[in-house]
């Protein structure tokens, strides 16, 4: 007994006389840059499932390049230089930038440092969603996309109804447009990341509505038969905008109008009020054979057919 325990204390003596050994990313640490940048590979240790998909991932290219400073390369290039986390081995908190922990402000500021210069984010700050405390990583999942492409965390429709459940609602109407069908998308029509102001109705209209042509309302970039130019404007369509007539997501109504039969939509503005007008004297009223009671007479585009513009009458005929 006294043997065996004289063997356990000299055990013990010789193992606590022993210098440490070396943490296991001791060499990682070692070689850091002055700033602390140790390099990507080091991160595949712990986070190997990111690592191993991050070839889908299109911040892959600012490894591949091979031309990118350590500032703007691969992991490090988003969280900033990693020599504290290996140090601490790991915590949320020794990221110099941790998404999670940061606020939207902040996040935008760190995205914007490489995607500033992209053309489609020029007003990304005066957008309604950075208005509204919604940063990049709440609809980007950069790790763990289902979409590879854009990184949206969601595929992109039910990604916007998650904040927007009214256009859902309208998308679901019995005349739309074809969103849920796969046919067009949100970004169509709109630029998440902010837009100019538009030139239709005095620059009045949602910011985050793209346009088609530089200063053209998007609804042409498929309806490119309503474009134009023509001899005979319709001024509601060239002033005001398809929204006048037409709601833009759906609609109980047909074609998407605004009223269930069309005369009821002519007479918003056909009524012979105001002081509007070529002439000033108000918008034209119809003629006293008009006899609305009528059928003939309640669709007013059977006569008035390119209610859009026209090259050959002033009245829209045909």
Not at 273 to 278: T, Y
Request: hydrophobic fraction near 30%; charge should be positive; glycine fraction near 8%.
């Amino acid at each position: 007994m006294v043997q065996i325990l004289l063997y356990l204390v000299l055990a013990g003596t010789r193992a606590f006389s022993q210098t440490p050994s070396p943490g296991p990313f001791a060499d990682a640490i070692a070689k850091a840059s002055p700033e602390g940048y140790v390099g990507n590979s080091v991160c595949r240790a712990c986070h190997p499932n990111i690592y191993q998909n991050f070839f889908r991932n299109p911040h892959q290219k600012s490894i591949l390049s091979g031309k990118e400073p350590p500032e703007k390369t691969g992991c490090e290039g988003c969280h900033g230089p990693g020599r504290k986390h290996l140090e601490a081995s790991g915590g949320k908190t020794t990221i110099p930038f941790a998404f999670s922990l940061m606020k939207p402000a902040e996040a935008l500021d760190r995205c914007l440092t490489c995607h500033g210069k992209d053309f489609t984010r020029a007003d990304i700050r005066r957008s309604s969603h950075s208005q509204s405390d919604v940063a990049c990583n709440n609809c980007h999942s950069i790790h763990n996309s289902p979409v590879p492409k854009s990184l949206l965390a969601r595929q992109q429709t039910a990604l916007c109804y998650q904040c927007h459940p009214g256009v859902r609602a309208q998308f679901s109407m019995p005349s739309r447009h074809r969103v849920n069908e796969g046919f067009m998308n949100c970004t169509d029509c709109h630029n998440p990341h902010g837009t100019p102001a538009p030139t239709w109705r005095a620059g009045l209209r949602p910011r985050m509505v793209t346009q088609a042509l530089a200063n053209e309302e998007p609804c042409l970039k498929c309806h490119t038969d309503k474009r134009g130019p023509f001899a005979f404007e319709h001024a509601a369509v060239r002033v005001d905008g398809c929204e006048t007539c037409h709601f833009p997501h759906g609609s109980p109504n047909p074609k998407l109008f605004r009223r269930a039969t069309t005369f009821a939509l002519c007479l918003e503005c056909h009524n012979g009020a105001g002081n509007f007008g070529r002439n000033g004297d108000g918008v034209t009223v119809q003629a006293p054979f008009h006899d609305l009671r009528s059928p003939r007479f309640q669709n007013c585009t059977t006569c008035h057919f390119r209610i859009h513009g026209s090259n050959a009458d002033s009245r829209f005929l045909r």
